[in-house]
């Protein structure tokens, strides 16, 4: 079976910091990934997705960048990061299914970002 | 312009009742709508899929309906239970394989 895993779990960072949030998945090859972010009393916001290892999309102008170093790893990175950084991020797996509508996304555990 | 409307914003009901959440869409080309449930604190969890041609799935005590030609859909949630309290997403895919729009969530509280 497939899992997904996010760490950290929390984290708590200055203004002006690194970032560096990493998502990995087992069990499944290929997958297509995606970051997303959840503020406050807020929807989802798709941040960026990877449908191959080195191939990134940006989905919003924004301080975060992403990476796919490997087939089942996803990086979000920040070199400085803002005040309006804050939020939970979720990174999820998905695959084109080959029937149309089968598509679907399985979301990791998640990480809750505090800049202060 | 593509979007996922959810009403109520919140619930509270008490255990052992009914209680339906609804979703209006105007995402087009449409490709297939997918309830989500949320715990707090955790990545949320799929309840249902559907594409156009369907009109009701159900997951136990979920169940979902869609109408296309008015873009809407509910959850109805049978006999509730304490841990049903979560946030519920409805979530419109707009093309094949592709990105998401996400509603803002209905917050649902089941009590004693």
């Known amino acids: 079976s497939q899992t997904i895993h996010q760490w950290p779990a929390t984290l708590v960072q200055p203004v002006g910091s690194p970032l560096s949030l990493e998502c990995t998945v087992e069990g499944t090859s290929n997958p297509n990934l995606y970051w997303y972010r959840q503020a406050a009393g807020r929807g989802l916001q798709l941040l960026f997705y990877?449908?191959?290892?080195?191939?990134i999309s940006s989905e919003v102008p924004q301080n975060l960048s992403a990476s796919r170093p490997q087939d089942r790893q996803f990086i979000l990175s920040s070199k400085k990061l803002l005040l309006s950084d804050s939020g939970f991020y979720l990174c999820?797996?998905?695959?084109?299914?080959?029937?149309?509508?089968?598509?679907?996304?399985?979301f990791g555990p998640g990480t809750r970002l505090t800049v202060l | 312009k593509n979007q996922v409307e959810q009403s109520p914003q919140s619930l509270i009901i008490l255990e052992g009742k009914n209680c339906t959440l609804q979703?209006?869409?105007?995402?087009?080309?449409?490709?297939?709508l997918r309830w989500y449930k949320q715990d707090t604190g955790r990545g949320p969890v799929s309840l249902t899929i559907m594409t156009f041609s369907e009109n009701t799935k159900s997951n136990g005590r979920y169940t979902a309906t869609l109408d296309a030609d008015t873009k809407q859909s509910s959850l109805h949630i049978t006999a509730s239970q304490l841990s049903d309290s979560a946030s519920y997403i409805c979530v419109v895919s707009f093309h094949q394989g592709g990105k998401l729009i996400f509603g803002q969530g209905t917050e649902l509280s089941v009590k004693p």
């Open positions: 979703c209006n869409y105007t995402v087009s080309p449409f490709s297939n």
């Open positions: 999820a797996w998905g695959r084109t299914g080959k029937l149309k509508g089968t598509d679907t996304q399985y």
């Open positions: 990877s449908v191959g290892i080195g191939q």
